[in-house]
C-alpha cells in the first residue's frame, strides 16, 4: 500500500508503474523485466480507480467481460471468466443490470470484477474505496483482502486512509512530497517509525507530541500514543478536559496542556470526564518516542 497526504505523489507513482505517465528517471520491473517504454496494454495489468469507470449502457456481465471480448476471447470462456469473478465477489444476482440499477459499492465490486476477470500479473488500486460510505468501505476492504488472498496476485494499493493502509497492507510505503519516508509492515511502522512524520502520519487517534523540556527530558520532542498514556494522582502532564469522544468500545479523552496542547488520551471501555475537569497523565516510559529538532527518531 501507499500511503501518504494529498499531493505527496501516490497516484502519479501508480500511473507511472500502469504507463499512463511516463517516468522521468529509474526502471519500471515487472517480472524483472524492465517495461518503461512498454505500452499500458501490453503491461499485463489491470487498474481499479476510485470513480468506477462503467459504461452505463452495459450491464455488469458485459461491463467485466468487455476487455476479453475486445482481445477476441471466445464466448464460453468469457462467461466462465465473468461467472468465476462474480461468485467472488456476489455478484451473480446482479450480472443482468446496468451501473444505473446498482448501488456504490455494487459499482466498486463491479469495476473489482472487470480486472479480475483478465487475470492480470498486478492489480493496482487507486483510492477505490474513498466515494464509499463507513459501512461499504469496511465492508468492501474485507472482500479485497479476500481477493488477495483467494488470487495469490500482486495488488498496490493507493489510499491516504491510514486505516486502510494498516488493514490491508503486507508492506506500506509511506510517502511525503515525491519522496518515501519508510518502507515496511504495518506494525513496524507502528510500533518503530523512522521520524516525527511517519509516526504522526500512522496510527489513528495520532500520536502525541510533548516538549521535552518541559518534562524533564532532553530530547527535542517526546512522541507518545493516545494508549500508552493513564491517569495518575501525580503524572507529569497536567491539563483540562476539553472534550470527550464515548465511542462505546473505547473512550478519548482531548486535554488542553501547557505548553503541550492538545493531548489525547485513549481509554478502554466507557468513562465520564467532565468539560474543564482537570487531570495529570503519565505516560509508559517504555512507549516513548524521541525525535531531534530536525525530526529524526532518536535510538
Known amino acids: 500500500v501507499f500511503v501518504g497526504p494529498s499531493g505527496c505523489g501516490k497516484s502519479t507513482l501508480l500511473r507511472i508503474i500502469a504507463g499512463l505517465e511516463d517516468a522521468s528517471d529509474g526502471d519500471i520491473l515487472l517480472d524483472g523485466a524492465r517495461v518503461n517504454e512498454v505500452a499500458p496494454a501490453k503491461r499485463e495489468l489491470a487498474m481499479v480507480f476510485q470513480s468506477y469507470a462503467l459504461y452505463p449502457h452495459l450491464t455488469v456481465r458485459d461491463n467485466m467481460g468487455l476487455a476479453l471480448k475486445q482481445a477476441g476471447v471466445a464466448k464460453a470462456e468469457i462467461r466462465a ?13 446482479l450480472m443482468d443490470r446496468r451501473p444505473a440499477e446498482l448501488s456504490g459499492g455494487q459499482r466498486q465490486r463491479v469495476a473489482i470484477g472487470r480486472a479480475i476477470v483478465r487475470t492480470p500479473k498486478l492489480f493496482l488500486f487507486d483510492e477505490p474505496l474513498s466515494n464509499l460510505d463507513a459501512a461499504l468501505r ?59 512524520f511517519v509516526a504522526g502520519f500512522i496510527g489513528s487517534p495520532q500520536m502525541n507530541f510533548l516538549k521535552g523540556a518541559a ?9 507518545i500514543r493516545p494508549e500508552h498514556l493513564t491517569v495518575t494522582p501525580e503524572g507529569p ?47 509508559d516510559p517504555a512507549r516513548i518516542f524521541r525525535f531531534d529538532a530536525e525530526g529524526k527518531r532518536l535510538r
Open 237 to 283: 502532564i497536567a491539563g483540562e478536559v476539553s472534550h470527550v469522544e464515548k465511542l462505546g468500545g473505547e473512550t478519548l479523552v482531548y486535554l488542553r496542556s501547557e505548553p503541550h496542547g492538545l493531548v489525547t488520551l485513549r481509554l478502554f471501555g466507557e468513562r465520564d470526564f467532565a468539560f474543564g475537569q482537570a487531570l495529570r497523565l503519565t505516560p
Open 138 to 196: 469496511v465492508a468492501t476492504r474485507i472482500e479485497i483482502a479476500k481477493l488477495h488472498r483467494d488470487l495469490g496476485a500482486t495488488m498496490i494499493y493507493v489510499t491516504h486512509d491510514q486505516v486502510e493502509a494498516m488493514t490491508l497492507a503486507d508492506k506500506i510505503v509511506v510517502l511525503r512530497a515525491g519522496q518515501v519516508e519508510q518502507v515496511g509492515r504495518p506494525m513496524d511502522l507502528y510500533n518503530d517509525p523512522a521520524n516525527v
Open 215 to 223: 518534562l524533564g527530558d532532553g530530547a527535542e520532542t517526546l512522541g
Open 81 to 93: 471468466a465473468t461467472d468465476r469473478a462474480a461468485g467472488m465477489l456476489a455478484l451473480e444476482k
